[in-house]
Structure formats: structure tokens, C-alpha cells
């Protein structure tokens, strides 16, 4: 379990207490109010329209000096620098008219646009840290609509898309290998904290012309900025320890991080149903900069290194006599830097450039694998106003992947260069009504071919807190690894998106219905060998494959009706085949199933410093593989359940500030089937199962010689 979760709760209790109310009114030079304006912070997701008498009212966890943004078509946006301290802030503002509006650009929550962030469902760090038992990005993605459940795979399942479909954008470049390297039928965590980012857009379709390489949906995480202030913190757990420490200074920040951690004596407590031979063991270490430059720039520089080693016994279904050996020592490098700026009076520039090494060394019982994967990735993008009412964007982006493996002394290596541009614009055509048109081109070396990508958003608003959303655009990925190292010879694969919702943003409630149609075509097939083929004729490779998904999302929350409460509720249908990889013919595929349903709870007890989460989990039954059955995936299996808790206590130990975390998955002790694996000759058959029923966990994180928040 990595430093960064670890960390987060220390963090966390500094959010909790450090929201900060901002209200006031907007209004012309004749003191009539503005209804409509966009206010917002700027580089955050706080923000607000304001009401029809000019009046605004929002709350935000940003902290120290930050800068509100106040803006309206046909008059000059105002820049009103502010100091967040806890303390209400009420504010009279007075905009003037001009045919141009100048300043920088900033696409913003809260902000009336055509963009990702307005279709998108936005989790902030604590919402992520409260939801399930892990504390994972992930996992709290899970729990919103458009997602599936599915155990024993690590990865978001989109709309019907497999894991491959989503992408993780970090600082607008993507990001390889977002997970710490699998284990057979085992889930991995993500590498990382959700305290690293300010906010969480989680895209289930339908994004920005920016955004390429990925057919179903796009994470994008967007990075914290400077540190608030000089902290040290130590980490008490079962499974390990660590430490950090931040040093601020007026323009710089810089943190390390360090930790280890040991599953073993962790299991000899919580009884295991995987046969570990060595749990897992790694060590962890980061380094974080941040620089700001003059009154507008800001540099940021990342890395992180984590090294880990484990190794396992399963039953061998064709000889229950002997077990098989899974053995994995791995090294990940990860280093993600860039720069942003405003030049002049309304260009703004980002420049960044990203390097990940992935190295897995592996043992499977008689043969041997090593898998090596480095990824450079580079990208520019530029904004610039045109009109008052309009803006463009424009860049280009490169990605160089090298995958490098050897199997029991046979070599293999590819190495694909990517290129990517773009252009798009956000035009305003009237205070309601807001269309983003964009377009992108991508070619890729390997399969030597070019793609030509439209891109279409637009929103009407029909009143003070509600709008109506459109989007299309089509969507280009190259085919996996699994493919390429058979033949060079596939298209891009492709998917068109349809969807239209409706959303309902008020005070501190939210509500989304969205529907959606999604057509794949040139989807890669063939043979690969990889479970299931046995039983299966031989399929030839190409890109014939095909299939659509649709269905319907909808989601509820809701922080406004009780107090110290904040809840939300997430359905999904899902109605999706296809026919890919070594379909023999189409078909419901393994991850995906019709019905999901999630709860989330989360309540503040002031009495006794504590927070207290719990979230359910429901899916109906997911397609899996039968031999037996002369219906391809004509079997499904039982009904997923899953209710966890998490528990928060706040407290002073050796006058610094202390959280004491406590958090149980599977509270109930449901047991979950996630499907089987079946002998060569179909005869014995083995449920896929969690790796223990129930798991838990405690830890206290101390943040040291910061006092009590109370």
C-alpha cells in the first residue's frame, strides 16, 4: 500500500476543517445584477454561476492565496486576488462593459462551458479517501455510473469498454501503466495518492479533441500546485511504515516521501485464501517540485521509484497432484514534468514531458519472463481568446513506447512512436448556449496508419442551476501488445459516441441522467492464446471486429439536506457485444454486465471528531467462459455485493495532530464469484475468488507539531 494513501488522511483532516465560504453579488456599472456570471477560482474546480438577482454563494478547500475569477460575455473579467483562511468572505463586484474580453483562459467547474468538466463528474480528494475501505482513485470511480464491478482485474470498465479503452491523463500526458504490475485473478492499486491531484474529471465519453488513444473514457488528473505550508507526517500501520516532508518556501515547495511495506505478518493475522509463498514486500519513494515563475507561471516536477517483490502457489486444474509458481520482483520508474504560463494578455501555454519504466521480473513454475516497458511522452498546447465570446486551442503531442521482452531466452521488442494533433474552439454563441467544435489527427508508426477524429460538444442551459448536454466525436486506439506481436497488419481500432444528458447543479445537490450510444468497428481479432482459446476455433487476425454498447447513467448527491452528511447514489444499464480478440462470434463481453448500483455514504459526528463512510456495491451477474456450453459465453455468473466502512478519528498525540483510520471491505462477508477458470478438458472447474472474504485495515497518521484543529 503506497505512502501516498497513506498520507492523504493527514492531508484530509486539514481539508475538513479548512473550507472556506465565498458569496456576494455581481452586478453592471448601473448596479444591476448579472445573472449568470461566472465565478470560480482560478487552476481549481470551486465555482459558481450566479442567480438571477447577481447573487453568488460557494465553498471551497482551497487554501492561502489564490485568485477569483469573475466573467460575463460583453464585459471585462475581473482578477481579484484573495486570501483563504476558514473565514467567510463577502464580496460586492461591479464588471464593465467591453466588446473584448481579455485575461487568461481557464476552463473551470462552475463556469458555464461546453467542456469535459461540465459532462464530466468531478471527485475531489476527500471524496475519494471516504468512499469504499481503500482509499483508492479507482475504486471511488467504481461507485459512479458508467463503471463496472469487476474483481479480479485492476482497471476502470467504461460503457461496455475493457480496461485498454480508459486512459489516464495526468497533466495532459497520458500515463502507460497507472497500476502497480498484476498478480493472475488479483486487482492492483493505483500508484497513485489522490492528495498528488486537485480534482478528479472522470469522462465516461464524449471528450476533448485534446484527448486521444482511448475508445471508451479518459481519467484526468490535474496536479496540486505549491504546498500550503512546511509539514512533516509519519505513518503507523499493520502493513508498514513511512514519512515526508514538505518545505515551503514563498515561490517553491518541495516534498520527499518514503516508505515500506510488508503484507506478511498483516496475513498471519487476516487468513488469506491465495497460497502466498512470499507476500508482498516493496519499498517507495518520491520527490515533488513545485516552482512558480513571475506572477503567472508555474514549473512542477515529479518522480516516484517503488521496488517489490512477491511470489504464490495456485492449483494446477489438469493435475491437482502438483501447484503452480508465480514468482514477480518489480521495478517502476515514474518522472512527469511541465510548465504552464500566460504571455501577453490572453495566451495561454502549457508545455510538459513525461518518462515511465516499467520492469517486471517473472516466474512461472518451468518458464521464464521479463517485461520491460518505457514510455517518453511530450505534448504542447496553446490557448488564446479570439473574441469576446470565443477561444481556440491548438497543440500536438508525441508518445515513444518500447516494450522489450524476453520468454525463456527469445527476445522480442517493439517500438511504436505516436503523433498526435489537435485543434478546437469554445464559442459562446449567447449566455445559454455553448458549443466546443474540435477536430484531431493521430498516426502511429507500427501499424503505419492515420486516423482523422471530429470532435462535437455543446450545452444549453435552460435555467439558473440546470442545463442540457450533447456530444459526438469519434474515438482511435491502436491495438494491444497482445496483437502487434503476432503482425503489424491492423487499422485503428474505432468508436463513435453518442450522448445526450441532463443535469440539475443547486446549492450543494447534483443530478445527471445521461444516455448513450456507442458503435466499435475495426476492432482487432485473432487468436493469442490467452484464456480463454481452448475449445475455440483459431480466428485469424484483422481488424473486423465489431460491436456497440447503450444505456443509461444516472446519479444523485446530495450534502445540502442533512447535516454533516453527504451521500450520493449511482445507476447504470448497460446493453452491449461485441466481437474482438478470439470471439468466435459476438457476444456480451466478460466485463461487462446489465445492472450496476452503488450507495455512498459519508457522515461528519462532531461530537467525537470522527468521520464515518460506507458504500454498497451491487452488480448483477457478469458473462464467463463454459467449455461445456455450446453458447459462447452463454454463462453468467452470481449477483456481485458489496457494503465496506471507513472510520476517521481525529485526535492529539505528542501535541501533534493525529488520525487514527480504521476501514473493513466486504463488511458483510458476501461471497463473491467473479467467474471460473476450467481444466484442458473442461471437466474441473475453479471459482475466481477475492483473495480474502473480508480484509481490513489500521493505521495512524501523525502530522507532527501541528496542532489540534479545534
Not at 250 to 274: C, D, H, I, M, W
Not at 559 to 588: C, G, V
Not at 617 to 629: I, K, L, M, Q
Amino acid at each position: 500500500m503506497k505512502l501516498f494513501l497513506l498520507l492523504c488522511f493527514i492531508i484530509f483532516s486539514q481539508l475538513v476543517f479548512a473550507q472556506t465560504r465565498v458569496s456576494g453579488k455581481v452586478t453592471d456599472t448601473n448596479n444591476n445584477p448579472l445573472p449568470g456570471a461566472n465565478i470560480f477560482i482560478k487552476d481549481s474546480y470551486d465555482g459558481i454561476s450566479s442567480a438571477l438577482d447577481g447573487k453568488f454563494d460557494f465553498t471551497t478547500e482551497e487554501e492561502g492565496d489564490v485568485i477569483l475569477i469573475v466573467s460575463f460575455i460583453g464585459y471585462k473579467q475581473v482578477e481579484l486576488p484573495l486570501t483563504l483562511t476558514g473565514k467567510k468572505i463577502e464580496l460586492e463586484i461591479t464588471l464593465e462593459e467591453e466588446a473584448k474580453v481579455l485575461g487568461a483562459v481557464v476552463i473551470s467547474a462552475g463556469a458555464f462551458e461546453a467542456s469535459d468538466e461540465n459532462k464530466a463528474v468531478i471527485l475531489r480528494p476527500l471524496d475519494i479517501v471516504t468512499t469504499g475501505a481503500e482509499a483508492d482513485i479507482y475504486s471511488a470511480l467504481e461507485t459512479l455510473p458508467g463503471t463496472q464491478q469487476v474483481g479480479e482485474a485492476e482497471g476502470l470498465f467504461v460503457r461496455g469498454g475493457s480496461a485498454a479503452e480508459t486512459k489516464t491523463i495526468v497533466d495532459e500526458m497520458i500515463v502507460q501503466n497507472p497500476f502497480y504490475s498484476s498478480v493472475p485473478d488479483i486487482p492492483s492499486r493505483s500508484r497513485f495518492s489522490p492528495f498528488l491531484f486537485k480534482g478528479t474529471v472522470f469522462s465516461t465519453g464524449g471528450y476533448s479533441a485534446q484527448y486521444g488513444q482511448a475508445l471508451s473514457s479518459v481519467l484526468v488528473l490535474k496536479t496540486q500546485d505549491l504546498a500550503p505550508d512546511t509539514r512533516t507526517a509519519i505513518n503507523l500501520m499493520a502493513l508498514g511504515l513511512g514519512a515526508a516532508h514538505t518545505q515551503r518556501w514563498e515561490n517553491t515547495s518541495l516534498a520527499f516521501e518514503g516508505g515500506y511495506y510488508n503484507l506478511g505478518p498483516y496475513f498471519e493475522v487476516q487468513k488469506q485464501r491465495t497460497e502466498w509463498k512470499k507476500a508482498p514486500e516493496s519499498f517507495e519513494g518520491s520527490l515533488n517540485l513545485r516552482q512558480k515563475a513571475g506572477g503567472t507561471g508555474m514549473l512542477k516536477a515529479f518522480a516516484s521509484h517503488s521496488y517489490s517483490e512477491l511470489s504464490l502457489f495456485s492449483p494446477n486444474l489438469n493435475d491437482l497432484t502438483i501447484k503452480d509458481f508465480f514468482k514477480m520482483t518489480s521495478n517502476n520508474f515514474f518522472f512527469n514534468t511541465n510548465y504552464r504560463d500566460i504571455l501577453g494578455e490572453d495566451w495561454a501555454v502549457f508545455g510538459g514531458y513525461s518518462f515511465s519504466t516499467d520492469n517486471d521480473n517473472i516466474g512461472l513454475t518451468t518458464d521464464h519472463v521479463t517485461q520491460n516497458e518505457q514510455l517518453h511522452t511530450g505534448k504542447v498546447t496553446i490557448t488564446k481568446n479570439v473574441t469576446a465570446n470565443s477561444f481556440l486551442t491548438f497543440g500536438g503531442e508525441f508518445q515513444n513506447i518500447i516494450y522489450k521482452d524476453v520468454f525463456n531466452g527469445f527476445q522480442f521488442m517493439q517500438n511504436e512512436l505516436y503523433l498526435g494533433g489537435y485543434i478546437e474552439t469554445d464559442i459562446f454563441f449567447t449566455n445559454d448556449f455553448a458549443a466546443r467544435i474540435g477536430v484531431r489527427a493521430e498516426h502511429s508508426k507500427l501499424i503505419n496508419k492515420y486516423n482523422f477524429a471530429p470532435r462535437l460538444s455543446l450545452a444549453y442551459r435552460l435555467g439558473q442551476y440546470d442545463q442540457l448536454n450533447f456530444a459526438y466525436g469519434q474515438f482511435y486506439q491502436t491495438p494491444t501488445r497482445d496483437f502487434l506481436v503476432y503482425t503489424q497488419d491492423f487499422d485503428f481500432e474505432k468508436a463513435a459516441h453518442y450522448i445526450f444528458n441532463y443535469q440539475y447543479i443547486g446549492g450543494n445537490r447534483t443530478f445527471r441522467i445521461e444516455a448513450y450510444y456507442k458503435d466499435y468497428d475495426k476492432l482487432a481479432r485473432g487468436t493469442v492464446y490467452t484464456y480463454p482459446y481452448f475449445n475455440l476455433p483459431v480466428i485469424p487476425f484483422s481488424s473486423t471486429g465489431s460491436g456497440y454498447a447503450k444505456g443509461i447513467d444516472i446519479f444523485w448527491r446530495d450534502s445540502e439536506t442533512f447535516e454533516f452528511t453527504d451521500y450520493w447514489l449511482s445507476y447504470s444499464f448497460l446493453d452491449t457485444k461485441r466481437e474482438f480478440k478470439n470471439y468466435p462470434s459476438i457476444a456480451s463481453p466478460t466485463f461487462a454486465t446489465p445492472h450496476t448500483f452503488s450507495v455512498v455514504l459519508k457522515r461528519w459526528v462532531q461530537s467525537i471528531t470522527t468521520s464515518v463512510g460506507i458504500t454498497y456495491s451491487f452488480a448483477t451477474g457478469r458473462p464467463y467462459f463454459n467449455p461445456n456450453n455450446p453458447e459462447f459465453l452463454g454463462d453468467r455468473g452470481k449477483n456481485y455485493n458489496n457494503m465496506s466502512l471507513n472510520v476517521s478519528y481525529l485526535t492529539t498525540l505528542f501535541d501533534s495532530f493525529t488520525i487514527i483510520f480504521f476501514s473493513v471491505d466486504n463488511l458483510i462477508g458476501y461471497n463473491n464469484v467473479y467467474g471460473y477458470r476450467y481444466s484442458d478438458n473442461g471437466k474441473l472447474r475453479m471459482p475466481v475468488l477475492s483473495p480474502a472474504l473480508r480484509s481490513a485495515f489500521i493505521g495512524m497518521f501523525i502530522s507532527l507539531g501541528k496542532a489540534y484543529p479545534f
